[in-house]
């Protein structure tokens, strides 16, 4: 059983496992050829674990198994093993991961339920169901959407909202059920530099209070510096995992699968014409500063 197990994560503490892929493959019944394939990883509570990859590389497909959507939503053939908060992915009771994994879909119209009229009932849609305290729901609700820079727009038809508005919408709605861990599929992919600013303060405040985040990104830019563990996927596999500053260090290793940050990029520059910056990249545009200023101190 894989929840509960112990063991080393990249950063060298101990967490639990919630969730165990062996050599573990997708075909989605609509496709010929496998989304994922081969593909071992344990994730760990208490972490946030950032993934990428380039596009198509199966990084949705992953969270979707990940949050209990494949097979049993979205039909198709499974290989090898998954096992999430110790549930078999393909026996697995109803409920039995949903209750504990909330999923923000990587395109928000898949998510919403174009079945409500405000963006405070679309957010306290859920909650209802659970048959929660009033009082309750409008704190979580109220709480949710302040925290995505919503709360102002509270009495607005999610049919009005912008792309962007209705991606911190489709984030409300996964935060108000308070679920242990968070799974977040390119969660900033629509939204403007103050929309994705709020959206990774918010991730940031989740982390620090323990909140398990598995998020995807294909920009790694704004999450590198809260970010655990980041796990590189490619052709439907896992080809790189590691802490970041260590992973993205590595010259070649990342160059046709990663988006590589900017303040990454000039710190690989620089140290390749010999300016001595250490060995482990910056995980923000004031590291490396940081690591400029200290280089330029070390050089008298
Ligand atoms: N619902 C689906 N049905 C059939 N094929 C899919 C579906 N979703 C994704 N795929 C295919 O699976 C592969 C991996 O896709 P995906 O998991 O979306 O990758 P990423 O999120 O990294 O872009 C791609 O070839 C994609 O076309
Ligand atoms: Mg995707």
Redesign the pocket.
Known sequence: MVSGARGPDSTGSRTAVFAGFQEFGVT?D??S?P?LTGLTLELHSDKLTLIT??????????VRVLAGFIPRL?HGKIEGSAEVLGNDVESAPPNSITDSIGMVF?NPFDQLTAATKTAFDETAYALENEGLHPAEIVDRVMGALESVGLADLAGHHPRRLSGGQSQRLAIACALAQQKPILVL?DPTSQLDPTGTAEVVSMVGKLRREHTTVVL?AQDLTHWLAIADRLVI?DG?RVTADGSPASLLAEPGLLADQVMIPRYVAIWAELRSRGIELGDRAPLGTDQLLASLQASDGAGG
């Open positions: 989605y609509t496709a050829t989304s990859g380039p596009s198509g590389s199966g990084k949705s497909t992953l979205l990587d599929d995807v996927l439907g």
